[in-house]
């Protein structure tokens, strides 16, 4: 089946710091790739969009120039955390997906800012 | 707009017990329903889902779901559970067609804790 694979699984990182975190589809070109945040106990915020080659489309209240998101081709798309702050500290997921078909999720990053 | 309510947080169960966890939905239009199981620090994984044709949908690991359309209820069940079921669950509903999966809506999640 497709496979998403997302890198780190897991990062520390000192406040002001930035962080990057990768997600690949190894086995399908994805033309769309999401964007989720998990909070403890809660469920899955959609934070962005993105398609390979353009602007990725953000959700309200998600702060692009805090959160940059590239995709750059169809097999990779990145989120930069921007001078991370300890209220950034979430589990972060991704998903992809090849035009209209299901999403398949990677197994997320866990952030811990200090 | 639509909505996911999953009104148990946590549903503690036996082993080898029957077990449903709740899913209702609302929205205007028509919509597609999902179950993904999420272990813990791990991604979400597709248990099963109703675009449409049967209201009964069977999925992996032995789960099903119902969709019932004049309760705007998406079930999940499965009559027989393992202590390896113990995950957490999200009901997902997503925008109309031609839409499809795009704009997942995400329940906040049902704790499943299977014990011997």
């Known amino acids: 089946g497709a496979v998403v694979s997302q890198h780190p699984s897991r990062v520390i990182c000192k406040s002001g710091t930035s962080v990057k975190i990768e997600c690949r589809s190894l086995?399908?070109?994805?033309?769309?790739m999401f964007w989720y945040r998990q909070f403890p106990k809660q469920s899955l915020m959609l934070m962005a969009t993105?398609?390979?080659?353009?602007?990725?489309?953000?959700e309200q209240g998600v702060e692009k120039d805090k959160f940059l998101i590239n995709h750059a081709s169809l097999t990779l798309s990145t989120l930069t955390v921007t001078s991370a702050h300890p209220e950034d500290s979430s589990f972060y997921i991704c998903?992809?997906?090849?035009?209209?078909?299901?999403?398949?999720f990677g197994n997320g990053t866990r952030l811990t800012v200090t | 707009a639509q909505s996911v309510t999953q009104l148990d947080s946590q549903v503690p169960v036996f082993e080898e017990a029957p077990v449903e966890l709740r899913c209702n939905y609302s929205?205007?239009?028509?919509?597609?329903l999902f179950w993904y199981v999420q272990y813990p620090n791990q991604g979400l994984q597709l248990l099963l889902k109703?675009?449409?044709?049967?209201?009964l949908v069977k999925g992996i690991n032995g789960f099903e779901a119902e969709f019932n359309k004049s309760q705007t209820s998406f079930h999940l069940r499965k009559p027989s559970v393992h202590i390896s079921d113990t995950a957490e669950y999200f009901c997902?509903?997503?925008?109309?067609?031609?839409?499809?999966?795009?704009?997942?809506?995400f329940g906040k999640g049902t704790m499943l804790l299977v014990s011997p």
């Open positions: 998903s992809a997906q090849k035009g209209n078909s299901p999403l398949h």
């Open positions: 086995d399908f070109q994805a033309t769309t």
């Open positions: 997902a509903v997503s925008g109309p067609a031609p839409e499809g999966y795009s704009t997942l809506t």
């Open positions: 993105s398609n390979e080659g353009s602007k990725a489309t953000y």
């Open positions: 929205s205007s239009v028509s919509v597609y």
């Open positions: 109703y675009l449409s044709g049967s209201t």
